[in-house]
Nanobody, 121 residues
Framework: QVQLVESGGGLVQAGGSLRLSCAAS????????MGWYRQAPEKQRELVAS???????NYADSVKGRFTISRDNARNTVYLQMNSLKPEDTAVYYC???????????????WGQGTQVTVSS
């Protein structure tokens, strides 16, 4: 019902920047929250940043001051601007949407396939 397509991942040198994008499509009635999680090898998946339809944001302490999340509600797209990247930011980044589709009566979580971000030292 909801497809999330991430783009913008890749290999970057420490101190560099990347911008991730995630576009949601499908029979979407509304999206309350969009965000990014990441999972490094042998690590638990963690929330990186999230943003509500009203613009409220949350960030992991490890990325505050370096990452910025934003969204284009009209296009159902969320972005993650990542600056001053560190090797410990290396992970698979997953886009998530808390959304209501036309066939359902309740919101549910939808996940993208993930995009690899690798930061070299």
């Amino acid at each position: 019902q909801v497809q999330l397509v991430e783009s913008g991942g890749g290999l970057v040198q420490a101190g560099g920047s990347l911008r991730l994008s995630c576009a949601a499509s499908g029979s979407i009635r509304s999206i309350l929250t969009m965000g990014w999680y990441r999972q490094a090898p042998e690590k638990q998946r963690e929330l990186v940043a999230s943003i509500t339809s009203g613009g409220s944001t949350n960030y992991a302490d490890s990325v505050k001051g370096r990452f910025t999340i934003s969204r284009d509600n009209a296009r159902n797209t969320v972005y993650l601007q990542m600056n001053s990247l560190k090797p410990e930011d290396t992970a698979v980044y997953y886009c998530v949407a808390f959304a209501l589709v036309y066939s359902n009566s309740a919101y549910d979580y939808y996940w993208g396939q993930g995009t690899q971000v690798t930061v070299s030292s």
